[in-house]
Nanobody, 116 residues
């Protein structure tokens, strides 16, 4: 059974930082490209970042220079370091399997709220 469990969300002030984690199981994590996506209340899904099995990374333009995606294949874990957070970064953040045998699976999400 595929499981993706996000954690690390919370309330942070503008300009602050958070690191999200995603614990993965039930599929070949090390050979799967992974992604973070987010959804703000009342808005559609927004792609945030992706990391591939050769550690190639991609970011949405609005996240470049502020967010860093990484993975630890030994721990079957995906991370998203978020710096210089803005109120518009407020959303539920999901990790998802982008490519591989189980592409399309999502976690339950973790809420990030950026507010003073």
């Amino acid at each position: 059974e595929v499981q993706l469990v996000e954690s690390g969300g919370g309330l942070v002030q503008p300009g602050g930082s958070l690191t999200l984690s995603c614990a993965a199981s039930g599929f070949p994590f090390s050979s799967s490209a992974m992604s973070w996506v987010r959804q703000a209340s009342g808005k559609g899904l927004e792609w945030v970042s992706a990391i591939y099995n050769i550690n190639r990374t991609d970011y949405a333009d609005s996240m470049k220079g502020r967010f860093t995606i990484s993975r630890d294949d030994a721990k079957n874990s995906l991370y998203l370091q978020m710096n210089s957070l803005k109120p518009e970064d407020t959303a539920v953040y999901y990790c998802a399997i982008l490519e591989g045998a189980k592409a399309g699976y999502w976690g339950q999400g973790t809420q990030v709220t950026v507010s003073s």
